[in-house]
């Protein structure tokens, strides 16, 4: 290992120059390698092209001036800075606002939801909920340029067949007309529209609901909402029937017996003195269910069926299917808390609550930007920071007892 150089605060000017100025040649340098590699992967992306289904001139057209977008091969590789709580998940997802705002929507676009339950089978509050969680009715689709992510994710990193696939994709629905190009704007990882689709989800499973000869989950809130339908009938959902039942376990169970897939009779779990929460007997029901345990045997558990499996396989999380099953009961006039509470004694925040701790920060002069309900990096930093102030763990995390020691010091 080199020595180190002189303390910054001691070292003469021209070294601090030449010091400054090769970080900014090897950056540069970087910038500029990662350029010429994007250059020829878009050569040789171009050469495949028609084989994948798109038309030289529309690669032309919508790739050949794209550069990389290399923050999202560091979304693709980072670790989560925290993580997070299923009451902390759920807090922020299924708070009174989004119920409210749930329930709005379903009103006012009741006639095209009722034609899409006829349709497909899957009753409006859950695909609404699902509206709710991926797009927050369509207020969030995601800023980055769906073209540019995807070659940079067929580029570099891990997963690029993967993501070569999405991309050609992409340029196939530009190319057919189904979205225009300059709204074509999602996540860093390719989803898009209301309800947040990939592209190769798009190409087997939106549909036109409009009549208008395009499926375009962007600007058809028809169009978005029965593709999303379209979704779950095709991934199993049982029109009528529950997602789940929320239940109480017998003293001593064995939690190795939990499992989304390892499924037993409902009458089997009733043998093995599982309750309803509310201690009543389980229904008699034929289907087979999995027990999901989302905070351990001490929290809230359930024996989840058919349709949450078809929840689960929107994305690949029992949070979120958990999230989006809660979302569409309460938008149906369920009650806002299971019947047995999360085991913790610091409860998570609504989005309400998460402006309010981000307006008391920036009151003591923290600079954690937008006031947006979004808990980001400057805003974890700042808890940390004041936990550290007060002698608590600076784990960046705010709850209801963060949140209410920051009422009191107002």
Known sequence: M?????????????????????LLAATVSTDAGADAEFARCLDALRAQSSQRGVHTTTFDTHARGLSPDMAVIGFLDAQPEFRTAIWDYLAGLVDAERVADGQAMRAQWADTLAA????????AATVVAVWGVES???RNFGQRPLLQSLATLSCFGRRQDFFRGEFFTALQIVEQGHVDP?????????????????????KRLAVDFDGDGRRDLISSIPDALASTANFLAQAGWQHGQPWGIEVRLPAGFDSARAGRRAKRSVQEWAALGVRR???????????RAGLILPAGIDGPAFLTLRNFDALFSYNA??????????????????????????????????RAERREVQRLLLARGFDIGEVDGMLGTRSRRAIAELQSQLGLEADGRAGQRLLEMLRRQD
């Open 317 to 350: 999380a029992e949070s979120y299917a958990l999230a989006i099953a809660h979302l569409a009961d309460r938008i149906d006039g369920g009650a806002a808390h299971f019947h047995t509470p999360w085991p913790t004694d610091d409860p998570g925040l609504s």
């Open 2 to 22: 080199p020595p180190l150089p002189p303390s910054p605060s001691r070292a003469p000017v021209p070294f601090l120059a030449g010091v400054l100025l090769s």
């Open 277 to 287: 929460a509310d201690g009543s007997a389980l229904p008699a029901a034929a289907e």
């Open 182 to 202: 300059e709204r074509l704007t999602g996540s860093w990882a390719g989803a898009f529209g209301h309800t947040q689709f990939m592209p190769s989800t798009f």
């Open 116 to 123: 899409i339950e006829a349709r497909y089978r899957v009753d």
């Open 136 to 138: 927050n009715y369509g």
